[in-house]
């Protein structure tokens, strides 16, 4: 199975500053599947990015993500204080799907 | 609006049985793939199973293979988790979640559930 390894585990950032947060696979993420999620305590996690850098509907411009293979990154521009979550990735080209261990940003 | 709406978890001892439930927006029902994603106390997110929108296909995690069934009917528009001998390291949130396409194969969740919590314990 791939393994998805994020880093770092969490990111002290305030608003305004730029978010830069890694995805690392153990093997080549087939057709570069790989999709990121915003998760918040007690909601439902939202996409936010899939297929590596198609931003999902709705999600602003200050969202991006990027990469192949088995290195991929989300960037977030101008921290908004909701942007203050969880984020996960997630390859979706082989089975089983696997996700990251996340990474926290925070205030 | 796409709604999915997770019900049935609960306190359960271990070797009992559990069924969840879930709820989905009739639009999106009848037209996409479906999951069940839980997340234990400490570890990172895992699909347990999923299902194509026919239901001829379906995937099972190894760790729950044997033990869990995957349903859905589109009559009532809500999945199902039948879970059975259960163990303490079933414990965690059950997330109901919604594929991008009528297979979950190489395919993102969209959507997702809120969650519901089942605890294994005596």
């Known amino acids: 199975e791939v393994i998805l390894t994020q880093s770092p585990g969490t990111l002290s950032l305030s608003p305004g500053e730029r978010a830069t947060l890694s995805c690392r696979a153990s093997?080549?993420?087939?057709?570069?599947?790989l999709a990121w999620y915003q998760h918040k305590p007690g909601q439902a996690p939202r996409l936010l990015i899939y297929g590596a850098s198609t931003r999902a509907t709705g999600i602003p411009d200050r969202f991006s993500g990027s990469g192949s293979g088995t290195d991929f990154t989300l960037t977030v521009t101008r921290l908004e204080p909701e942007d203050f979550a969880m984020y996960y990735c997630h390859q979706f080209g082989s089975s089983p799907q696997t996700f990251g261990q996340g990474t926290r940003v925070e205030i | 609006e796409i709604q999915l709406l997770e019900s049935g978890g609960g306190l359960v001892q271990p070797g009992g049985s559990l069924r969840l439930s879930c709820a989905a927006s009739p639009s999106i029902f009848s037209n996409y793939a479906m999951a069940w994603v839980r997340q234990a106390p400490g570890k990172r997110l895992e699909c347990v199973s999923a299902?194509?929108?026919?239901?001829?296909?379906?995937f099972y995690a190894d760790s729950v293979k044997g033990r869990f069934t995957i349903s859905r009917d589109s009559s009532k528009n809500t999945l199902y988790l039948q879970m059975s001998g259960l163990r303490a390291e079933d414990t965690a949130i059950y997330y109901c979640?919604?594929?991008?396409?009528?297979?979950?194969?190489?395919?993102?969740?969209?959507?997702w559930g809120q969650g519901t919590r089942v605890t294994v314990s005596s």
């Open positions: 299902i194509t929108v026919t239901g001829g296909s379906t």
């Open positions: 093997q080549s993420v087939i057709g570069d599947f």
């Open positions: 979640a919604k594929y991008s396409h009528r297979f979950w194969s190489g395919y993102h969740i969209d959507y």
